[in-house]
Every structure is written in C-alpha cells, then in structure tokens.
C-alpha cells in the first residue's frame, strides 16, 4: 500500500481543516454573487491589513489565471515581458500568457531560478524601434521554480531597474508565503516595501482547497481588471466561498505557520537525504523543496511507492516538495526508503 502522502507537489496536498470549516460556516443562506457579499469585502480587507490599505484586490480560481491576468493588465500585445527560462509562466502554462496577452516571453538562463540586473539588461535592446517588441515587464517568481530565494536587496534592485524604464515587476507568489516565512518578513515587506506592481498571491499549495489572489499595489493598474477577470473567465459566481479560504488564510496568520511547517519540513528531508553517499543536493534548500541528483536507476524504484515529479531527466535531478500537512514520520519514512533504494 502506497503511503498516504508524497513528496511530489505542495498541490496534492488536502485541505486544512480550518478552511474546510470555513467553507462550511460560509455555506449558510443566500448572498449576492459575484463578489457584492460581506464574505469578499471581508477577505479583501483582510488583505489590505496584510499588504496595505491602498492595495486593490481581486480573486480568481487558479495560479495560471492570477499570472496571465496580472500580466494582461500591464501590457499591449506588442509588449514583452522577461523571465527565466524555467518560470511557470514560460514553461508550465501551455502558453497562456502568450495566447491571452498577445506579447513575447523572452526566457532568461538563470541557474539558480534568480533574474539579475545583467540578465535583465541582456533583454532590454530594441526600444522605441517600430521593428522590435517592448520590454514592459520583469516577471519573477519568489520562491523560485528552484526553490531558491531573493535577498530584498535583490528584488529592489530590480524594481528600481524596472521603473527607471518604463517597465513594472510581476511577481509569480505561488509559494510567497513560504518565502516570507522563510526570510521572517511580513506579506508586504516580501512584496509592495520592495516595489512589487502585481502580485499573484498564492493560496491552493498552502493549505486552500482553490483560490488564489491579484494584488495590485498600485491602483491605476488595476482600473480594468474587473473586465479583465470577468473576460479571462475567472469571476466567481459564488465568490464568497474562495473569498472564506483566502480569508482564514490570513487570519490569525495561519498562511505562516502552515509555509512555516512545510520549510521546516524541507530542511528536514534535506538533513535525512544529505546523510546518503548517493544522492546530492543541487540547489539550497530555503523554503519548501528540496532538488537532488541521484542515481538514474533508482528513480523508477522510489516512483513506485511514492510519486514525485523528475526536474532535469538528462542530469538525473527530481523535486521533492512538503506541504503544510507533511510530517516528520512522512520525512523519515520516504528518506528511509529513498536510501534502501539507491544501493
């Protein structure tokens, strides 16, 4: 029998608890749909005590949605808009962000799944020629697609590059609550102190049964994203039982303890693994995945009982992920198997 929880995605992960009674709380009688109940303009000013007060805030159902939106409310088709090569939005969203902005991605190598001002400038050619797309947005994600971190020196150094040209700065937060935990910064000394324009706030891989979140920090931005959203097919008739989980996940800060739980976790498998010859741990682990190399043939054998998803086939590399409901008998147990299965 498989065991019940993986290593493979903070995704396949259930629900928290308190957000299943959330829902069910919220489910009581009728309200208006589409965002005009008490339960949304609850969670929105939820939000904006967490992020500022002079934040707009919008729900949508999924991560895809909240990068391609946030990017179709910043940009012409003819617009362009950097990236590393292994961010989401360029790699694991079936072209979405092309296909609803109109605009080229142009992908960066970043080893370390990190922009820097060199790459960035490396992409920033073309300006004003009729004949060339125009950078309009600096895309990052935090934490990276690698797991890694941005220092907020670095994320600053950005923004001021990005506003210095004409440009804003998406940021894909899928796992910012991870990062935040992680650096111990509050949600908006990780995003709007360092100069953030757009932030898709992500809920589903901490603990949401769905729901994630559009933050603009800057309001002009956000003047047509009420038909940007209803366009891009994700306002929600019944609004109010995203807007619960969002909520109860800023309340009482159980987004920290449940990113802070699934880091913790990490580093623990990161100890477990790092004790076998075998295997290596490629990429630092700083928030909640862990990246190794291990041997080719011992791939197949641990995907039997426990599935995760491979990262780098031609280097042997495979990501294992924790979750907010991952423990410590989880750790030992798959760290035990992994070793049984590379000798």
Not at 27 to 53: C, I, L, R, W
Not at 154 to 175: C, N, P, Q, S, Y
Not at 266 to 277: F, G, Y
Not at 321 to 330: G, I, L, R
Request: proline share 3%; hydrophobic share 45%; charged share 20%.
């Amino acid at each position: 029998m498989k065991p019940a929880r993986s290593f493979a995605s903070d995704n396949n992960a259930g629900v928290h608890p308190a957000v299943l009674q959330a829902i069910a709380a919220a489910n009581q009688g009728h309200v208006v749909g589409y965002g005009d109940d008490p339960y949304t303009a609850s969670a929105v000013a939820k939000f904006q005590e967490h992020f500022g007060p002079d934040t707009e805030v919008f729900f949508v159902f999924n991560g895809t949605a909240a990068n391609v939106l946030s990017l179709r409310a910043l940009t012409e088709s003819y617009h362009a808009v950097i990236c590393t090569e292994a961010a989401h939005i360029y790699s694991d969203e079936c072209g979405a962000p092309e296909k609803f902005t109109g605009c080229k991605l142009i992908p960066i190598a970043a080893p370390d799944g990190k922009l820097t001002i060199d790459a960035v400038e490396s992409a920033y050619h073309g300006i004003g020629d009729q004949h060339h797309v125009q950078p309009r947005v600096i895309a990052i994600t935090q934490a990276t697609e690698m797991g890694t971190l941005y220092k907020s020196e670095e994320i600053k150094a950005l923004t001021r590059f990005a506003h210095d040209h004409d440009m804003f700065v998406h940021m894909d937060g899928a796992r910012i609550a991870n990062a935040a935990a992680s650096l111990g910064q509050t949600l908006k000394q990780a995003t709007g102190d360092l100069g953030i324009d757009v932030l898709s706030f992500g809920g589903t891989k901490n603990g949401l049964m769905a729901g994630e979140a559009v933050i603009f920090f800057n309001k002009s931005l956000a003047e047509d994203f009420l038909y940007i959203r209803k366009q891009g097919m994700q306002l929600a008739s019944k609004m109010r039982f995203i807007a619960t989980q969002l909520e109860t996940l800023l309340a009482g800060d159980l987004w920290l303890k449940n990113a802070r739980h699934a880091n913790q976790m990490a580093k623990l498998l990161e100890k477990e693994i790092s004790q076998i010859p075998a295997i290596e741990i490629v990429y630092p682990v700083e928030a909640n995945g862990v990246f190794a190399r291990i041997p080719q043939a011992a791939i197949a054998k641990i995907q039997k009982c426990y599935f995760f998803y491979v990262w780098n086939e031609e280097q042997s590399v495979v990501r294992w992920m924790c979750s907010f409901d991952t423990t410590e008998e989880d750790v030992s147990q798959f760290a035990a198997f992994v070793a049984k299965s590379v000798t």
